[in-house]
């Protein structure tokens, strides 16, 4: 077979497989179509199929066929970058500055801390920390990814949950909009090549002098141009960012953050959020999936997966139940908050491969970062669920 009969049959497995588990699993209440698409890219990576039947894995997922892969699963995740960017509101943290700074400020400041003391424990053995990371870029790297909070996917979890549009789903976006900026500054920060300090700080000047004349320029277009233009603006970006070593996904974070979501019509918003996770994010797991590596054996991986999973839920639980106590929450309402602001999803597994790019982490620490996101995404809805039942009054509150 050639090339391109082999990349259709891979295609074919990337979107038969998930679909069928999801379907006939009827996993959605703890599992969405997400969360499986990302395990079963696991299952179908080297560590897993790759091992149970090598000749299969190879015939399958040749070199050339991973690049045709990995082509496809930028461009899906630098949309899916973009979306987040641009669905910040923080006009809205501004108007509730003291509530939102406060909660959103322990909420990722607890489990960074929780993170990088977990990160300490990993680097007791040898094979977490990447060849090219000095100690304080991979401590801060996964304490962060320990902080991260997935907004994109908070969304699809509480239009499930029916809270979205409800006051403390606002509220819980206002939180989540503050950690993104913070995650993707401090990203910036690790990934900061100080030989190359120049560049950076010269793509830096020139996005915002191009973010202040793009601006003018997407307030004079229709809204049909805006959408053609703003892919233009992320290809632009990411370039930019890619060339001065801060990574094209950091590019793709500030082409998305530096439009205003009153640009667009928000339904649409949503629909093409949902039709790239439909139609092309399923690529990226599964090439997500064959960069995890299981070589330290898998019970180290796993316990490390676990250690992570400890220290980003009992400091995201523990920041947001100190912030109940000093806002005056009630009962209840901060152990919500709490378990929704933990889902971790894409976001972090796109932190991690950012990681995994720049040789900070070594593949079996992205192999457990990326089974902590997954069973951190799969916690969410069964735990919050029968909370939001027992407490429906907290799902009108304000503040």
């Known amino acids: 077979m ?36 990302i395990i079963t890219g696991i299952l ?18 040749t070199p050339a066929v991973i690049q045709s892969l990995n082509g496809i699963a930028w461009w899906a995740v630098m949309l899916f970058v973009m979306i987040a960017g641009i669905e910040l509101d923080l006009k809205k943290a501004w108007a509730h500055r003291r509530e939102s700074s406060i909660t959103a400020g322990l909420a990722l400041g607890m489990p960074l801390l929780f993170g990088c003391g977990a990160a300490g424990v990993l680097l007791l053995n040898d094979g977490w920390m990447g060849p090219r990371a000095l100690t304080w870029q991979f401590v801060l790297g996964v ?7 997935a907004l994109p996917i908070l969304i699809l979890l509480m239009e499930k949950l029916e809270v979205l549009r409800q006051p403390i789903g606002q509220r819980i976006l206002r939180y989540a909009s503050l950690d993104d900026i913070a995650i993707w500054g401090v990203l910036a920060l690790i990934l900061m090549d100080w030989e190359r300090i120049g560049r950076q700080g010269a793509f830096l000047v020139a996005f915002a002098v191009a973010a202040w004349l793009f601006h003018h320029l997407m307030q004079r277009l229709a809204e049909r141009d805006r959408w053609y233009v703003a892919l233009i603006w992320l290809a632009v970006v990411s370039f930019g960012a890619d060339w001065a070593g801060l990574h094209f996904m950091v590019g793709a974070f500030l082409a998305g953050a530096s439009m205003e979501a009153e640009w667009f019509n928000q339904e649409k918003m949503d629909q093409l959020r949902h039709h790239v996770l439909l139609v092309i994010m399923p690529v990226f797991f599964l090439s997500t999936g064959l960069r995890t590596n299981w070589a330290l054996g898998g019970e180290a991986v796993f316990v490390g997966a676990a250690l992570l999973l400890l220290a980003s839920i009992a400091g995201k ?4 139940r100190l912030a109940g106590r000093i806002l005056n929450w009630a009962p209840g309402e901060a152990s919500i908050i709490g378990w929704l602001l ?23 620490a992205f192999t457990a970062l990326l089974l902590m996101a997954v069973v951190s995404t799969m916690l969410t809805v069964p735990v919050v669920a029968p909370k939001l039942a027992r407490l429906k009054e907290l799902i009108f509150r304000t503040s």
């Open 2 to 37: 050639n090339t391109t009969e082999i990349f259709l049959i891979a295609m074919t497995i990337i979107f038969t497989v998930p679909y069928l588990i999801w379907r006939l699993g009827k996993t959605d209440y703890y599992a969405p179509l997400v969360v499986v698409q």
């Open 44 to 61: 179908l990576g080297p560590g897993v199929l790759g091992r149970a039947f090598p000749d299969y894995y190879s015939f399958v997922f």
């Open 143 to 149: 304490g962060m990814a320990c902080a991260v909070t």
């Open 317 to 320: 639980l523990l920041g947001v």
């Open 342 to 364: 933990q889902t971790k999803a894409l976001i972090m597994i796109i932190f991690a491969n950012i990681l995994l790019d720049k040789q900070i982490i070594t593949s079996e």
